[in-house]
């Protein structure tokens, strides 16, 4: 069975710090997705970024970076120099490659920048 | 281009009253799922439909949710009789790809509230 651990369950920062946000999966599949989605204030999902299971390439967006290791399974979301705007709940989510696709979340991060 | 919408927003309804949620996918998108979030747990994946076709509904939590998806466009979700258990987020995503490299995008999300 699938499963996602996101074991901080509250942050909080002053604006222009950086924060990590971890995120560990349990997965016996080889071929696997892996997610992190954004959830402001207002409440929608929003999508931030995929990556498979055989891309272990780090990633960079703007301010956002995110480190895949298989070798501790784990996909961690880092923000640059936070802005206020960041505050949000943050959700990892894993889904397999074979029929059921669903998503599997961790329980969430709620992430608050300070000004 | 619209995205996953979602309604109602917000309904407050009594113990064994009836309610339907419906959902309306991204144009073109095959792929629709339902999820939800119970106050303070992660969110549960519900079932996923293949246009008109219940692809997966494992996650269906009893008999009392009915989820339908006439013509393969949008779907909805009824809960009847509902119980006090079944408030909280009802989020419904879409998405276009038939493999597992699917990425789900979501609605904002109905909130439930059952007294």
């Known amino acids: 069975a699938q499963k996602v651990t996101q074991a901080q369950t509250e942050i909080s920062v002053v604006e222009k710090e950086d924060v990590t946000l971890d995120c560990v999966y349990e997965t016996r599949d080889t071929t696997y997705y892996l997610f992190w989605y954004k959830q402001p204030p207002s409440g929608e999902l929003v999508f931030l970024i995929r990556r498979n299971s055989f891309d272990e390439q780090n990633e960079i967006s703007g301010r956002y970076s995110w480190n895949f290791q298989k070798s501790t399974s784990s996909f961690n979301f880092t923000i640059t120099a936070s802005q206020v705007v960041d505050s949000a709940v943050y959700f990892c989510?894993?889904?397999?490659?074979?029929?059921?696709?669903?998503?599997?979340f961790g329980s969430g991060t709620q992430l608050t920048v300070l000004p | 281009e619209a995205g996953v919408t979602q309604f109602p927003s917000h309904s407050v309804i009594e113990k064994g009253q009836t309610v339907t949620l419906r959902c309306d996918p991204i144009?073109?998108?095959?792929?629709l799922y339902w999820y939800r979030r119970v106050m303070g747990k992660e969110i549960k994946f519900l079932l996923h439909f293949v246009k008109e076709s219940k692809q997966d509904e494992s996650g269906m939590p009893n008999n009392r949710f009915l989820a339908e998806r006439t013509g393969g466009t949008y779907s909805t979700l009824k809960v009847q009789p509902a119980e006090l258990e079944d408030s909280g987020v009802y989020f419904c995503?879409?998405?276009?790809?038939?493999?597992?490299?699917?990425?789900?995008?979501f609605g904002p999300g109905t909130r439930l509230l059952v007294l």
């Open positions: 144009s073109g998108h095959d792929n």
């Open positions: 989510a894993l889904s397999e490659a074979g029929s059921a696709r669903q998503l599997t």
């Open positions: 995503a879409s998405s276009q790809e038939t493999s597992g490299r699917e990425t789900q995008y």
